[in-house]
Nanobody
């Protein structure tokens, strides 16, 4: 399974960006998908996740109400719409996949995911 993240860039505070993650594989509809981010000098942290079944969604408190995760199983993609961006959102953003049609588990944990994309840099200027 390969994951390719794109859509990062430089944006002013208050602006918006849309990240996209394209996944390989024939069973994408059974992948649990997540977005994480890692700022310089900090650990990788959970941002958002969407389940494979009935689209259960989770957000980190820091992005709730500003970010929206969605998936398109026909296109094998998961997107992260980021609005009202803040300088503290600056980070490399990674998409991740659990390909085992998970029914349980902590989607906020890095250990939940089997595969990771290469990351895309988001820089928010003040």
């Amino acid at each position: 399974v390969q994951l390719q993240a794109s859509g990062g860039g430089l944006v002013q505070a208050g602006g918006s960006l849309r990240l996209s993650c394209a996944a390989s594989g024939h069973t994408f509809s059974r992948y649990g998908m997540g977005w994480f981010r890692q700022a310089p000098g900090k650990e990788r942290e959970f941002v958002a996740a969407i389940s494979w079944k009935v689209g259960v969604i989770n957000y980190a408190d820091s992005v709730k109400g500003r970010f929206t995760i969605s998936r398109d199983n026909a296109k094998n993609t998961v997107d992260l719409q980021m609005n009202m961006l803040k300088p503290e959102d600056t980070a490399v953003y990674y998409c991740a996949a659990n390909v085992d049609a998970p029914m349980y588990g902590n989607v906020r944990s890095k250990n939940f995911y089997d595969y990771w994309g290469q990351g895309t840099l988001v820089t928010v200027s003040s």
